[in-house]
Structures are given as C-alpha cells and as structure tokens.
C-alpha cells in the first residue's frame, strides 16, 4: 500500500543541537512532499513543501527538507534548534487527491 | 486568513448515539478532508471531498460517513458512536491539485462514553 513512513516516533534533543527527522514514502511516479508542525495546543500548519525544482527546500522557521528520488525520502533538517521546537512534526504526502500522513514524530527539545 | 472552522472543540456522545461533527471553510477550496489522529498513528484520513455532493473513501471509512451540500461545509458523522470512536477529528480543505498546501482546523476531541 502507498505510505509514509517516519522512523522516529520520539526525539528529545538539547538546545543548539543539530535535527534530522526521517520520512520515505512509497510512492512511485510524481509525488508532493509536505512536512507539518503542531505545537502544543495549537492546529497542524505547514513548514514547507516540495513539488517540483530544487530538491532543497527551505521552509519557516530555519527549517530545510531535501527530497531524495532515488531513496523516496524528504528528511527534514534544522542546523540548530530551539525550545521552541517542542511540537509533533508529520511528513506527508500529496496523490490522487488525497494527503497522506505518516505517523509523527514527537520532538522534545530540553532548555 | 484562511480560516477551517470546527463546530465544537470538545464532545462528549453516549455509545449508540448519531454523533455530527462540523466542518466549515472560508476559502472557496474544492477539497475537504476529514482525520482523526491518534497518539502514535498519526493523522489517519477518514473520508474526502473534492466537490459538492463528491465523497471518497480514506483509509478508515468504517463506521463514518460524511456529507458536503455546500462547497464550504463538510461534515463528518457517526451513525451509532462507539467507544473505539474517541479521538481528536480533524478537518482540513485545500484548492484542488497538488500545489496547494491544506489548511486545518482546531480540531474536535470526541470522547464515547
């Protein structure tokens, strides 16, 4: 079946340490990459998103995603984070209409 | 601002009642699309519409249905709610295609007692 697919469920970095989350998919063909953020509290809204062009994306926030074909994944990066990154970060996936969720990965960053 | 709007953000059913949860948004998107997201399985799509009267099944679609008699309005309903029902339901829209992001609402924390 077509998936998402994260690899860490939960993350707990310091302060100024450096991020990389995980994310494949399992589609073939044209795919539309996403990576969305939840704070506590708050709705899921967008950190950025592939569609075509420069597999590097740069999105809010100081974050970054690469898009990898040849490996069917879109890690996302942050050279250094901050208390205020605590949140639960979803890769997904845009294809017939549908966006499609991977299961989240809980980061928790320590002051 | 783009604003998904959901009726209630709290709901507390009884096992067997027809639960409706509201969607509304003020965009004029094409697609609508209703989650539930579950601690350690991510956002799970339940149903989506990419037009009026239009349905489609999502991964999960047992137990729900859903209704869209106007562009901005999707709803989400639990015929005879059960307690493996409780969870966090999210609503989200976008323009039709695949370069348009989807924007959510604050979602509904239903709980089936």
């Not at chain 1, 709705?43 to 995603?65: C, N, R, T, W």
């Amino acid at each position: 079946a077509q998936s998402v697919s994260q690899h860490n469920h939960h993350v707990i970095l310091s302060e100024a340490a450096s991020l990389e989350l995980g994310c494949n998919y399992s589609y073939g063909g044209t795919v539309n990459l996403f990576w969305y953020v939840q704070y506590p509290g708050q709705h899921l809204q967008l950190l950025l998103k592939y569609f075509s062009g420069d597999p590097l994306v740069k999105g809010i926030k100081g974050f970054e995603a690469e898009f990898i074909k040849s490996k069917f994944s879109f890690n996302l990066r942050k050279p250094s984070v901050q208390w205020s990154d605590t949140a639960e970060y979803f890769c997904a996936a845009y294809r017939d209409d549908k966006i499609i969720f991977g299961k989240g990965t809980r980061l928790h960053i320590l002051p | 601002d783009v604003k998904v709007t959901q009726s209630s953000r709290y709901l507390v059913k009884r096992t067997g009642e027809k639960v409706f949860l509201e969607c509304v948004q003020d965009m004029d998107h094409e697609n609508m699309f209703w989650y539930r997201q579950d601690p350690g399985l991510g956002l799970r799509l339940i149903y989506f519409s990419y037009d009026v009267k239009m349905k489609e099944k999502g991964d999960i679609p047992e137990g729900y249905s859903v209704s869209r008699e106007k562009k901005e309005r999707f709803s989400l309903i639990l015929e005879s709610a059960s307690t493996n029902q409780t969870s966090m339901y999210l609503c989200a829209s976008s323009f039709n295609g695949a370069s348009t992001e989807a924007f959510f609402g604050q979602g509904t924390r239903l709980t089936v007692v």
